[in-house]
């Protein structure tokens, strides 16, 4: 974890918001994908490695009410409670890094934009797809965001595994069913392109 946080606590903190290659002013097509999947303005909805990003901003815009934000760094949830101002009360926030970490309950709706892709071992993959059982009850719906099969190499400095929403759900094994997938190119704040998949799985 140590190391993973000093990273990710230094990007944090040596670039504004709208620097990091990952910015995006509205998180449409995440905010798209939990509706679609969360009509209860009451289900429960988790963004995993949310960092700094403005879907929880968005969600609660909409009226969920039960929303928690779960980053490794620090630096990046304080940025979000600050921009939330008094509204951050009504989120939940926890600093775990995401291959070591037991969750104490379970959510309707597991949000990932960009953070499985940067476990690129079988230890800690293995390790997230436990916390993302754990975590999850028959039913609920995954929306897991990572680089295309022809997207970047690296993100931040590190090396990322690239997948295809079908690779994907073979990582993920038998538990999580692939119901949907959507690409997107992302334009980075630099004007790179930048190719994602989503990928929308059912956890059986
Ligand atoms: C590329 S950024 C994406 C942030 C956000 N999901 C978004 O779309 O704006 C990756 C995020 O994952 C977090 N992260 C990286 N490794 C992590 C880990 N092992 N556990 C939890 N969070 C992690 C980083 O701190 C960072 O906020």
């Given amino acids: 974890m140590d190391e993973t946080r000093k990273h990710w606590d230094e990007v944090y903190r040596s670039n504004a918001e709208a620097e ?25 909805i988790i963004d995993v490695g949310g960092g700094a990003s403005r879907i929880v901003d968005e969600l609660l815009i909409a009226g969920y009410v039960d929303v928690t934000v779960l980053d490794v760094s620090e630096a990046a949830l304080g940025r979000s409670k600050t ?30 934009r960009a953070v499985f892709h940067f476990l690129t071992d079988a230890t800690s993959q293995k390790a997230y797809i436990e ?14 965001a990572t680089f295309a099969l022809d997207g ?25 069913h692939l119901v949907g997938q959507q690409v997107e190119t992302h334009l980075t704040p ?12 059912k956890r059986a």
């Fill in 20 to 44: 990091v290659s990952w910015f995006q002013e509205h998180p449409e097509r995440s905010l798209a994908m939990i509706e679609a999947m969360a009509h209860e303005r009451s289900t429960s």
């Fill in 83 to 112: 921009r939330l101002g008094p509204r951050a009360a009504n989120v939940k926030w926890i600093v775990a890094d995401i291959a070591n970490w037991s969750p104490d309950r379970t959510w309707g709706v597991w949000h990932d």
């Fill in 131 to 144: 916390a993302l059982e754990r975590a999850t009850a028959p039913g609920a719906a995954v929306i897991i």
């Fill in 152 to 176: 970047p190499e690296r993100c931040s400095g590190l090396p990322v595994q690239r997948y295809s929403p079908d690779t994907l759900a073979a990582r993920l094994g038998p538990r999580f």
């Fill in 190 to 201: 630099k004007g790179a392109q930048q190719r994602f998949q989503f990928s929308l799985l």
